[in-house]
């Protein structure tokens, strides 16, 4: 039920992994509305859903069925790579096109718009660690339509005064459409009692940050009136090095894999994330190592072999 | 009753300053744009990769030609994927404003990326490999999935647009210099290296017949039949007989392999296309 009291938020993309991760937490303050072409519903479910496809032509009657004045989080996105079956042409529609469908269709009704970015708007980084004014070249589907959609958003939103915020992310763990990122097939095949290997210089340096961090920091978003373009990641690089170590089974008669072999394709990539720390001064909580201490429990598996 | 009204983007460019040309004499009132400031009455002096410029455009409108793009195949800089996304969002903005009864965009066979392959229909692989080839591909969904039902979009896939006068860049005005002035020429895989022109006359044709159709979605735009290299070169030697510098056939693997077909537009078209001997002897004709 609509309480006049609170504010309106609409999750398009919400039946996502991390949309989900959004949804209870920010129900105390605001009435929440979920707008996504997945079926969300299931029993007991509580929010307002609206159940459409924003990469197709749009019939504008369905945008009544929301209430004016919406605080919109964006955060559609497919991550698919190009294959044989025209997916370029499905992530370009699910990326951009829907992003365009929904501007032209809810420009009347936004009060503030947060969209979701990534770290590979940037491609291949030329320093280290990366701040926001860092030159946008991406290389990977992804990033190039990601960077699309910035490039779209930052002219409509002013021409149309829409409030903007981007907030381009490294990669967050602890959701299930992470269960296939490093730290977690680490963590997975730790349990399982064997080493991981994967072809990479173990020696670049990645930036992992949690969704709980993210939740958080989004509130801190939410409570703050600025707005603008936001690296955030936990604002430091760790070895993969440092990961496999840590997971390292002792127990494994296969060796942890220290390829000398050269990888010209892997780079390190780690936010600076000082221009968020002083706008709305949230500093992220959970350490990678220490999370991964606390999922493998490492005595706990060391006795039982 | 008033004249329909006709928009072409991109006037100053190569194809959009032929079809002005061309649809001046139909019975249309007429506008185009361009960035570079013109004398012409219809012209509307305008950058499409401004939002704000779009409230220079025409309050009505019946139909666009869309030609306007930032043409680099080589350069890998997110600037040309960027600027081209520009002009593609406003545009679509635009024609979701103004439901237009028929949108021509022209867009260009770099969205299938060059395979190595004979028979490229318009289901093919979208595989663009230039930040060029990339914003087609997004444009061209763009256009598709944002405008009104009422709005026919048509994605012409223009192949190697062949005009009288073609911009000294050109790999064909290259070949006519060498041969002009008696220079070495050398020549990558005379036999496996593909051109799928396309002359500007059948563009127009093209566009003209489309503006009054039924017909949207996507076609290729290219000649019946593609020349390779060496066919290309002997036709072009002909016109000199007094040639008589070194050929040198070397071995590349950076050639076009790719034979586009437009099957799709000849079972609607009723017209034949200009075969490519006509349009090199029309750029010959011109540059003497």
């Given amino acids: ?305 | 009753m008033s004249k329909k009204t006709l928009l072409i983007t991109g006037a100053s460019g190569l194809c959009g300053s032929y079809l002005t040309n061309f649809f001046m004499k139909k019975d249309l009132e007429l506008y185009t744009t361009s960035r570079k400031k013109s004398n012409k009455k219809y012209n509307i002096s305008c950058d499409l990769t401004d939002f704000d410029d779009l409230k220079k455009l025409p309050k009505k409108v019946d139909y666009i030609i869309h030609c306007a793009s930032v043409v680099d195949e080589i350069n890998s800089d997110f600037k040309i994927l960027e600027n081209n996304l520009k002009i593609g969002f406003n545009l679509s903005h635009y024609i979701h404003q103004k439901k237009p009864k028929c949108f021509i965009n022209l867009s260009s066979i770099s969205v299938y990326g060059y395979p190595d392959n004979r028979n490229i229909d318009e289901n093919f692989l979208m595989n663009p490999i230039s930040q060029y080839g990339y914003s087609k591909v997004i444009n061209e969904q763009l256009f598709l999935n944002t405008s009104s039902k009422n709005t026919r979009i048509l994605n012409l896939r223009l192949g190697y647009v062949l005009t009288p006068k073609i911009p000294s860049r050109y790999f064909i005005s290259r070949l006519i210099d060498m041969l002009k002035n008696n220079k070495t020429v050398t020549l990558f895989e005379p036999s496996k290296n593909f051109f799928n022109f396309i002359d500007i006359d059948d563009v127009c044709k093209s566009c003209l017949y489309f503006l009054d159709s039924k017909a949207s979605g996507s076609f290729n735009v290219v000649m019946d039949i593609q020349p390779n290299l060496q066919q290309v070169f002997d036709e072009l030697k002909t016109y000199f007989p007094n040639f008589s510098s070194k050929i040198l056939i070397k071995h590349s693997t950076q050639i076009n392999k790719c034979v586009i077909s437009n099957q799709k537009l000849k079972k609607i078209m009723k017209f034949s296309f200009t075969p490519y001997c006509n349009s090199l002897s029309k750029i010959i004709l011109n540059d003497e």
């Avoid at chain 1, 296939?180 to 990645?206: A, C, E, M, W, Y």
């Avoid at chain 1, 709980?212 to 373009?229: A, E, P, R």
């Fill in chain 1, 1 to 305: 039920m609509m309480n006049k009291m609170k504010k309106n938020l609409l999750i398009v993309g919400g039946s996502g992994s991390i949309g989900k991760s959004f949804l209870n937490k920010f129900s105390d303050e605001f009435n929440i509305f979920i707008l996504d072409k997945k079926n969300l519903k299931k029993k007991n479910f509580k929010f307002n859903l609206i159940d459409i496809d924003l990469s197709k032509n749009l019939n504008n009657d369905f945008t009544k069925k929301l209430p004016d004045n919406l605080i919109v989080i964006y955060l559609v996105g497919n991550l698919k790579n190009r294959s044989l079956e025209n997916t370029l042409v499905a992530s370009i529609n699910d990326n951009i096109t829907s992003l365009t469908n929904f501007l032209f269709s809810f420009k009347d009704k936004i009060i503030r718009l947060i969209f979701f970015s990534s770290i590979s708007v940037y491609g291949i980084p030329t320093y280290l660690p990366i701040d926001e004014n860092h030159k946008i070249n991406p290389f990977t589907d992804y990033g190039i339509q990601k960077a699309c959609c910035e490039t779209i958003l930052q002219s409509y939103c002013k021409q149309f005064k829409i409030p903007l915020t981007i907030i381009r992310l490294t990669q967050v763990y602890g959701i299930k459409s992470a269960y296939s990122s490093l730290p977690h097939v680490l963590v997975t095949n730790f349990k399982k009692g064997f080493n991981t290997s994967i072809k990479t210089d173990l020696n670049i340096q990645r930036d992992y940050i949690h969704i709980d961090d993210l939740v958080n920091f989004i509130k801190y978003v939410l409570k703050s009136k600025k707005n603008g373009t936001f690296n955030f990641g936990f604002g430091k690089g760790i070895k993969i090095l440092k990961l496999f170590k840590l997971t390292n089974n002792q127990n494994n008669k296969k060796p942890l894999q220290t390829s000398s072999k050269k990888f010209p394709n892997s780079f390190s990539q780690y936010f600076d994330i000082s221009k968020e720390l002083l706008t709305y001064g949230y500093q992220p909580t959970i350490n990678i190592e220490s999370w991964i201490k606390i999922k493998i429990n490492r005595k706990k598996y060391e006795k039982k072999t």
